[in-house]
């Protein structure tokens, strides 16, 4: 902030008959535009007719603003920013959960099978992941595109949005069943990141695809074939699960330049 | 009245607001813009060219939704072809995409609220930049409306009103004038004019005569390459009486289309 001019000055730069070179002027009217004890100083030194004209004018503007149309209410907007998410990713986490749900009472009929519930928790979460970043379904893809909000943070969001349902879902279908907690929750949340960190090089759909036939045809498959829990599904194996999601995580972060535009895959 | 602020009347460092070297843009395995050269300024142009000249795919890639495959491109002084941060140059554009998706539940307030929201601007900022913007382009009366019940002509006002709601330095329109009424036309055309005064603004038309109304510089693509760069007076004095057309503009724009054919053809 500027020293305050002195009195004599701002009664100079009030009165228009005063002759005030124009540095000072201006010097003056920077130092107004932050101070407003100066300011108030220059109101009390103004003549009756700019007062009066002052009040009219906050008259007029008053009278404006009551005769005008009321300000539009703030609607709650968080909720209706996410509308478009919430209803497309709607019917694939109604379909996970329910593909959960279905996981759980087969193990129950059936015991001697290996937990479905852990071999389905990592590609749980993927249909939806693919949904939530896809220029097929986004109608305004390519609005959000060019728009600086697009990009890694805009993808991590949606994918929580995701994960909000599909972990508490695992969680439950695993402590109905047998399954470890940790065995149920680690993959998922690995898988989530390898489908983000692939997705980068070759869009979030096809990785989705990719990974998800991947493991159905390497694991699921031979699982439940030879009815027997894979290796790295069993107990022990969870460090393992929690170190490739950190690197992935950190692989996705360090490429985050990658989510900058929307590629044809996606 | 506000505080006009040091970072706003900053002399540019940067000759051209759009600046192309020889660019190439694919559209899926097609190259549709190959090798093209521009350089525009502020003022209000108008991009001119048949079908399949690659008008749409230089307007994405001029948007930074597509990343171009060769050549420079340099938007507001920063590059924009490489794996750059483009965060700093999206806060200074605005588009309206020819397909032009939305959410058929938004309201045109939340719409472009939304859109404000991707576009970074202050929170305080938002609510009356959203007001403005919706004045600017005819819509304060159906602000509160759903998307999903706006005519054609609204929603495609609806998508001015995003694409300007930030103030853009660079305004990149493609097909804005397509189902506006001709009443329509003529405040669409007073708008860019409005706009043109210190803004880069790029419209893609079929409209010949929209170009020489409105515009104060007409750039002409066919195959991808620029043909031909001018003012709209110099466009007319292109065309001879022999030349398709019904008004002299449009005989200037078909002689200049048949004669690069012809030299193209050789």
Redesign the interface.
């Known amino acids: 902030m500027t020293t305050h001019p002195s009195p004599a000055v701002i009664a100079r730069y009030t009165d228009r008959h005063a002759v005030l070179d124009e540095v000072t002027a201006w010097s003056v009217e920077v130092h107004l535009e932050e101070c407003t004890d100066c300011r108030a100083l220059v109101a009390q030194s103004t003549e009756d007719d700019s007062r009066d004209l002052l009040a009219s004018i906050a008259a007029g503007v008053d009278r404006g603003i009551a005769a005008g149309p009321a300000p539009e209410k703030r609607p709650g907007w968080a909720a209706a920013r996410h509308r478009w998410m919430v209803w497309r990713l709607a019917p694939w986490l109604i379909m996970t959960v329910a593909v959960l749900a279905c996981a759980v009472g087969l193990e129950a009929l059936q015991p001697s099978l290996p937990s479905l519930v852990a071999l389905l928790a990592p590609v749980a979460p993927l249909p939806a992941v693919a949904i939530a970043w896809s220029r097929r379904q986004d109608p305004a893809w390519e609005l959000i595109a060019g728009t600086p909000a697009a990009g890694l943070a805009m993808l991590l969001r949606r994918t929580a949005g995701v994960l909000v349902v599909v972990i508490p879902a695992l969680a439950v279908a695993s402590t109905r069943t047998q399954g470890s907690l940790a065995l149920t929750l680690l993959p998922c949340l690995a898988f989530t990141a390898a489908t983000i960190a692939v997705g980068g090089f070759i869009g979030v759909r096809r990785a989705a695809v990719t990974l998800g036939t991947a493991w159905a045809v390497a694991v699921i498959l031979p699982a439940v074939v030879t009815a027997e829990l894979p290796v790295m599904l069993r107990p022990g194996s969870s460090g393992g699960w929690a170190i490739v999601a950190l690197a992935l995580g950190g692989l996705v972060v360090a490429r985050s330049e990658n989510f900058r535009r929307l590629t044809s895959h996606d | 009245m506000r ?1 006009v602020s040091a970072a706003e009347t900053a002399p540019t460092t940067h000759p051209w607001a759009v600046h192309a070297e020889g660019l190439r843009v694919r559209a ?1 395995r097609h190259v549709a813009v190959d090798g093209l050269d521009l350089a525009l300024g502020t003022g209000v142009h108008g991009l001119l060219g048949p079908n399949g000249a690659g008008k749409t795919t230089l307007m ?1 890639a001029l ?5 171009p495959a060769g050549g420079k491109l340099t938007l507001l002084g920063e590059a924009v072809d490489g ?1 750059g ?4 140059v ?2 200074g ?1 605005g ?1 309206l ?1 020819q ?5 058929p ?2 309201t045109v ?2 719409f472009v ?3 404000a ?4 601007m202050p929170k305080t900022a938002i ?1 009356g930049a959203t ?1 403005r913007a919706i004045d600017r382009v005819g819509l304060t009366a159906k ?2 409306a759903r998307m999903k019940t706006l005519s054609g002509g609204m929603l495609r006002r609806a998508g001015i009103a ?1 694409a300007i709601v930030n103030d853009p330095a660079v305004l990149l329109l493609d097909e804005p004038t397509v189902g506006l009424d001709p009443e329509q036309r003529l405040d669409f055309r007073e708008l860019l004019r409005d706009i043109g005064v210190d803004t880069c603004v790029l419209v893609s038309t079929h409209l010949v005569e929209d170009v020489v109304a409105a515009c104060s510089d007409v750039v002409l693509v066919s195959e991808g390459r620029l043909v031909y760069q001018g003012t709209p007076d110099d466009l007319v004095t292109q065309g001879g009486d022999g030349d398709p057309g019904d008004s002299p503009a449009e005989r200037g724009y078909s002689a200049l289309l048949r004669r690069h054919r012809a030299e193209a053809g050789r």
Request: charged share 35%; net charge positive; aromatic share 18%.
């Open positions: 505080t899926g994405r948007a930074t939704v597509l990343k794996r941060d483009l965060r700093r999206r806060r554009l588009y995409p397909q032009f998706g939305f959410y539940r938004f307030r939340e609220e939304y859109m929201w991707l576009k970074e609510p007001q602000a509160g995003q």
